[in-house]
Structure formats: C-alpha cells, structure tokens
C-alpha cells in the first residue's frame, strides 16, 4: 500500500481533473484501499459543491472608483523629507527658530571645549625659569611654579667636606670622605631635598673628585 503522504499535494488536481494521468491511476488504487483518503476526498467534493450554490459577492458601483483613488493616492503620496520641507515653507517661524537653536547649540560646544582645552593647560605645572644665585657653596634656587617664586635651600654636597681638604693645595679628597659625599647625596635625595634637580647629581659627583 502507498503511504498516504504522497498523494496529499494532489487532492485538488484530483478535484479539478488536472491531475497527471499516471498519478491518477496510482490514486485511484490507493483510494480504494485508503478509507481515510476516500473520507478526506469526499469531504472536499461536498465542500466543493456547497460553494458553487453561493451567489456571487458583488461590490457597490464606486468600489472600484474609490479603491483606485486611494492606491493612486498612496503612490503619489510624498515622502517624510518633503514633508518635513512643505512644514518648514509653510511655517517660517519655526524654521527659523530651529536654525538659531541650532547654530546656538554648535557654538556653546565650540566654546565649551575650548575652554577646557584652556583650563587644562593653565592647570598644568610649569617651570620657566632657575636661577642660581651667589652665595659661596650654599646657594638659592628660585622656581616659578603657576606665577608664583618659591625659593628653595639648595644644600651643596661640599659642605660636607672638611674645610682643612678645601683649603690645602695640591691634594685630593680621599676615598672616604668620596664615600661619606655619596651617602649625603643618596640621604639628600631620599629626603626630596633635590628631587626637582635630579640632573644635577652626576655634575656634583663629578665636581667631588676636583683636584684642590
């Protein structure tokens, strides 16, 4: 027996007689093996039946005018730009309004950045200018830091060399006293006495190995 499956696609051509001749042979021979088919088949061809004594539906004589109308009413129809144009040619006044809200709002994001861009620089540390001032071995710095001078204490490594090895001609500092120069200066910066400075340390180290 064929399975049913098969000719489910083919009940309306089976109605309607378009149904290949091949087809219908082999649908014929399964119907009368197939109770359910013939039960579906016959259900359909009383359906078939009743909607042929139906009267026609008939539409009112302006049907057709006024569907026509309303498509060519939507194809003709125009689109949300030219709408929003025919708005603003009619109402000037809010078309100039939006223009100046417009141009208000692009000119308060111009400035706002702008100022930002300027209090971000004014708000970053500046060093314009050292000076040393004379003073022997223990001398000022005067820093500009945000228009303000701050005056700092500079503490020369040489003021802790003994003053009978700064006074002598002719002699060297000694590897210890080299030694106690370093330690001073490693203590003078852990302490950020010199932490603005720092390139000053290989010139200082350098200067205590001078020959006197």
């Known amino acids: 027996m064929t399975s049913c499956d098969k000719f489910v696609p083919y009940f309306s051509e089976y109605l309607e007689g378009t149904i290949p001749v091949q087809l219908k042979?082999?649908?014929?021979?399964?119907?009368?093996?197939?109770?359910?088919?013939?039960?579906?088949?016959?259900?359909?061809?009383?359906?078939?039946?009743?909607?042929?004594?139906?009267e026609p539906v008939r539409?009112?004589?302006?049907?057709?005018?006024?569907l026509r109308s309303r498509i060519r009413r939507e194809l003709e129809a125009p689109t949300v730009w030219e709408r929003i144009q025919g708005y603003f040619q009619v109402n000037r006044v809010p078309a100039y309004a939006a223009a100046v809200a417009l141009l208000m709002l692009i000119?308060?994001?111009?400035?706002?950045?702008?100022?930002?861009?300027e209090s971000s620089t004014s708000q970053a540390p500046s060093l314009t200018g050292t000076e040393l001032l004379p003073g022997g071995l223990t001398g000022a710095v005067v820093v500009q830091q945000r228009g303000k001078q701050v005056e700092e204490r500079l503490h020369f490594i040489l003021d802790e060399v003994p003053a009978s090895v700064l006074l002598g001609?002719?002699?060297?500092i000694d590897s210890q006293t080299m030694r106690s120069a370093v330690q001073e200066a490693e203590r003078l910066q852990q302490d950020s006495l010199f932490s603005p400075y720092e390139g000053n340390f290989p010139n200082l180290r350098r200067a205590a190995t001078v020959t006197f």
């Open 25 to 54: 042979l082999e649908f014929d021979a399964h119907l009368q093996e197939c109770e359910h088919c013939r039960g579906v088949l016959h259900r359909m061809e009383q359906l078939q039946m009743r909607m042929r004594q139906l």
């Open 59 to 66: 539409t009112s004589n302006a049907f057709h005018i006024v």
């Open 107 to 117: 000119s308060f994001g111009s400035m706002r950045l702008l100022f930002h861009s």
């Open 169 to 172: 001609k002719g002699q060297s």
